[in-house]
């Protein structure tokens, strides 16, 4: 037995104890006759009351009894203590008032009934002694009926519409409590995917420091090497040497360049992300000597985070394809078309089956970066047959 929800409509439980004293008042009062059948009326009306205390919660078999109990007490008082009328009416209408934290509405529509019964039974049934008052008496005793079905009627719909309110209040405060973990979990995951990449990205970056500027310094050192041992008997081979030397110093230059530049945390640096992009494949071009062409219209403004996802996924492409693709031509293309943000890179290389490709890192990082604001990544790619990377922003999500 727990009381249900008086704890947060403390103007009913209010209501309650206020009708419940009025009903004593008026027990006492309207006449004062001291007797034992006062003392009990009072004693009944007491016991009423403190069985609100207390309402039944689950348990529907509990509720039924309780309730008996509560028409129970009130037929024992109108019937052998002499309870007024007017203290039936108060008395049914906390009963009523009960019934809403108990029952759904057939339930409550049956208490009332009931309740509607009890009272109209008991004035109606009274008798009338001076015949010539009876048509004024029942007059009264009919309006009296009327009011209390009325008031009845008003107090369920009042207090179901306050356990409706507190009900979505409580939802609502659920749903926020439910956000805000909810919330809370996807920023730690975003912190762990965030950890998890920089720490792909510095492994990718130590192995490509590793095989490609690792072994450039040493073939350097080889040809450094042979020119000291033929400096004295050979000069011209010597200086061969030399040369080849140079340009692998060169090599090495613009490999540590490239790694510096995927190191930055924001490699545009305040620049907009179309000359950034011009900037980047002008310098690729210059250096590979692979042909390039280039297609790119942004009429809209997007976030430091969106441009530095897509400049990341040109640079990597664009470094898979000097290193791997053996391409003469490269296409890329980036343009707003209706809600979307396309990105398009291409090239005639020698291509790859995708699904033979299990440890390119590069591949995984630009998809993971796409996947990660809500974009579309595909590629597509055969032996021969070349390589094309799309990924699709839906643009919705990238506006500022």
């Avoid at 405060?173 to 720490?199: G, K, P, S």
């Avoid at 280039?294 to 976030?303: D, N, T």
Wanted: charged letters at 20%.
């Amino acid at each position: 037995m727990v009381r249900p929800s008086y704890q947060p409509f403390r103007l009913l439980l209010y209501l309650e104890w206020l009708l419940l004293a009025t009903a004593i008042f008026m027990e006492v009062m309207l006449p004062f006759v001291l007797s034992w059948q006062l003392l009990q009326r009072v004693l009944i009306i007491i016991a009423f009351g403190l069985m609100g205390l207390r309402l039944p919660k689950q348990k529907l078999g509990v509720k039924l009894l309780y309730t008996a109990l509560e028409f129970g007490l009130i037929l024992l008082a109108t019937t052998q203590e002499g309870l007024s009328s007017r203290s039936v009416f108060l008395l049914c209408l906390v009963l009523v008032m009960r019934s809403c934290l108990l029952f759904r509405q057939k339930g409550q529509l049956v208490v009332l009934s009931l309740a509607f019964l009890c009272y109209g039974t008991l004035l109606l049934s009274k008798p009338i002694m001076p015949d010539k008052i009876k048509v004024a008496v029942w007059d009264w005793r009919l309006s009296s009926v009327l009011l209390f079905s009325l008031t009845l009627i008003f107090a369920l719909l009042l207090i179901n519409a306050l356990l409706a309110e507190r009900q979505s209040r409580e939802q609502l405060q659920i749903a926020h409590q439910e956000l805000e973990i909810t919330h809370e979990q996807l920023r730690q995951y975003a912190l762990r995917i965030e950890d998890q990449a920089t720490l792909q990205e510095r492994n990718r970056i130590a192995r490509e420091i590793h095989d490609g500027l690792g072994h450039t310094l040493a073939a350097q050192t080889i040809q450094i090497n042979n020119a000291l041992l033929f400096w004295q008997s050979n000069d011209d081979k010597a200086l061969t040497f030399i040369k080849q030397a140079k340009q692998l110093g060169s090599q090495a230059l613009l490999e540590i360049r490239r790694s510096v530049s995927v190191l930055r945390s924001n490699p545009l640096q305040g620049q907009l992300l179309e000359s950034a992009i011009e900037k980047l494949l002008k310098d690729f071009q210059h250096t590979t000597g692979i042909s390039l062409s280039s297609k790119i219209y942004l009429p809209v403004s997007l976030p430091t985070e969106v441009k530095t996802t897509v400049y990341r996924i040109v640079q990597e492409s664009l470094t898979n394809i000097y290193k791997h693709a053996q391409a003469t031509t490269v296409s890329v293309q980036l343009q707003q078309q209706t809600e979307t943000l396309h990105l398009s890179i291409e090239d005639n290389g020698k291509g790859f089956d995708p699904t033979q490709n299990t440890t390119g890192f590069g591949l995984q990082g630009m998809r993971e970066r796409a996947l990660a604001l809500g974009a579309e990544f595909h590629l597509h790619s055969q032996p021969e047959k070349g390589c094309r990377i799309c990924v699709s922003f839906p643009l919705s999500n990238l506006l500022i």
